[in-house]
C-alpha cells in the first residue's frame, strides 16, 4: 500500500482578465495552465491529474487534449462557484492516496466578452427542468434568490442595507491595491445605496462584476516539492456540503451550507478560526460575504452586519481582512469565481501581494488562510483551510 502523502499546492496564475476581447475560453484555459507550470518550475509531463468544469461537452476530457495532457486521474465535479474547493478536496485526497502525483486545476471564462459580441444574453435561469420547474414560471432568477435571503437575514437580525453596502465599500477598497482590478477607484456607502436597482435590497454595487478570465492551481504530493521553485502551501483541511436546490427545501435562508464544510474544515485541518489570518469568499452578492463569515464561524449568527461595518475587512487597518484582491465585486468575476480565491490565498501566503499584501500583527506575512466558495444559490460549498511552508 502507498503510504499516504501531504498535498501542496506549488504553482498558481491568472490568465489575462477583466476585458478579453479576442481569446477563446479555451486559450484563456491554456495561458493560465502554462502560466501556473511556469510559476512551479516543473514541466507538464509530470501532471498526471486533471480537473475542470464548465466548458465542453465532455468537460474535462476537450480542455485535457486541448492542453496536451493524457491524465490517468480526472474530476469534472460541477457545483457552481465552490467547484474548485471542492476539486482541491477531491485533488488532495488522490495524492495523499498515491492516486496521482500532481493535479492541474483549470477554468477560463469568457462571459462578458459573449454578452457584450451577443453570442449569449445575461443569465437569468438555469433551467426549467427537475424542481427550478416549480420556481422559474413564477421569474425566480438567481439574483432573486440571493436577495430574497438577504432580506430574511435583515428581518430576523435587523441586518441593514447600510451594513451590506459596506461589504462592496471595502471590497473596492482593497480592489484599489490591487492593479489586476477591473475597478479600483473607491465607493462609498451612499453611492452603494443611491445606484439602481437589481433585485432589492440589492443595487448595481451589491452585484459581482462581469468578466472574462482564467485560473490555474497546480498541486503536488509532498515528494514533488523540492523540485519547484516556490515555497509550498499546503492544505490542512476541507469540507463540502451540499443544501438544496429548490428555495422551497431550504430549512434557514440565514444559514447558508458553508456551516458544515466550514467546520469540517477546521476540524480535519486541527485550527480555530481565530487563527485565520484572511479570508477569500465567494462573493457574487454582498450578502454572501456577510453571512459566509457567519457561517465560517468569525462572528456569531446574526452578527455579520455589526461585524462588517467596522472595517474589518480591508487588507489596510483590518482585522480580518477578505478578499484582499477585491473579490468578485471588484476584482473580476467570469463566472465560477472559486479557483480565484485559491489563487489569491496562495499568493497571499507567500508574500506576493505587493501593496495588498497582509501581514499579521507583528508585521510577519500569513500563515493560514480560508478559501469558501459558494455555488448555486447558497446550493453548495466548499471550504479549504491552507497554511504557508
Known amino acids: 500500500m502507498v503510504a499516504r502523502r501531504k498535498a501542496a499546492v506549488v504553482g498558481v496564475a491568472l490568465s489575462d482578465c477583466g476585458r478579453v476581447d479576442d481569446a477563446t475560453p479555451y486559450a484563456l484555459h491554456a495561458q493560465a495552465a502554462r502560466r501556473a507550470l511556469a510559476d512551479a518550475g516543473l514541466d507538464r509531463s509530470l501532471v498526471d491529474g486533471f480537473a475542470s468544469a464548465g466548458l465542453g461537452t465532455l468537460a474535462p476530457v476537450e480542455v485535457a487534449e486541448y492542453l496536451g495532457l493524457r491524465p490517468t486521474w480526472v474530476d469534472s465535479t460541477s457545483v457552481g462557484g465552490s467547484t474548485w474547493e471542492v476539486m482541491v478536496a477531491h485533488a488532495a485526497d488522490a495524492i495523499a492516496a498515491g492516486h496521482a502525483r500532481a493535479v492541474l486545476l483549470v477554468y477560463g471564462s469568457t462571459a462578458r466578452a459573449d454578452v457584450r459580441a451577443g453570442r449569449r444574453t445575461g443569465t437569468l435561469s438555469f433551467g426549467t427542468r427537475g424542481p427550478l420547474q416549480f420556481e422559474v414560471p413564477y421569474g425566480h432568477t438567481l439574483i432573486a434568490k440571493y436577495a430574497m435571503a438577504a432580506r430574511r437575514h435583515m428581518i430576523e437580525y435587523g441586518t441593514t442595507t447600510e451594513q451590506l453596502a459596506e461589504v462592496a465599500v471595502q471590497a473596492r477598497a482593497n480592489a484599489a491595491l ?41 498541486l503536488v504530493a509532498q515528494d514533488y516539492v523540492r523540485d519547484c521553485r516556490t515555497a509550498p502551501v499546503w492544505v490542512l483541511g476541507s469540507g463540502e456540503s451540499v443544501s438544496h436546490a429548490a428555495m422551497s427545501e431550504w430549512p434557514d435562508f440565514t444559514v447558508s451550507p458553508a456551516a458544515v464544510s466550514g467546520r469540517l474544515a477546521f476540524e480535519r485541518a486541527g485550527v480555530r478560526p481565530s487563527e485565520i489570518d484572511f479570508a477569500e469568499l465567494y462573493d457574487a452578492f454582498t450578502y454572501m460575504t456577510l453571512v459566509t463569515l457567519e457561517d465560517l464561524g468569525f462572528c456569531g449568527k446574526g452578527e455579520g452586519g455589526a461585524f462588517v461595518e467596522k472595517g474589518r475587512l480591508r487588507v489596510k487597518g483590518g482585522e480580518l481582512p477578505v478578499n484582499t484582491d477585491g473579490g468578485g465585486l471588484s476584482a473580476q468575476h467570469p463566472g465560477m469565481r472559486g479557483l480565484f480565491l485559491l489563487v489569491e490565498a496562495v499568493r497571499q501566503l507567500r508574500g506576493e501581494c505587493g501593496e495588498r499584501q497582509v501581514r499579521r500583527g507583528d508585521g510577519a506575512l500569513p500563515r493560514l488562510a480560508v478559501a469558501s466558495g459558494t455555488g448555486g444559490w447558497f446550493c453548495s460549498s466548499g471550504t479549504v483551510v491552507l497554511g504557508a511552508g
Not at 182 to 209: N, Q, S, W, Y
Open 178 to 218: 490591487n492593479p489586476e482590478a477591473m475597478f479600483r477607484t473607491p465607493i462609498t456607502v451612499d453611492e452603494v445605496l443611491a445606484g439602481p436597482m437589481i433585485a432589492d435590497p440589492f443595487t448595481k454595487l451589491h452585484c459581482c462584476v462581469r468578466s472574462d478570465g482564467g485560473a490555474a492551481v497546480l
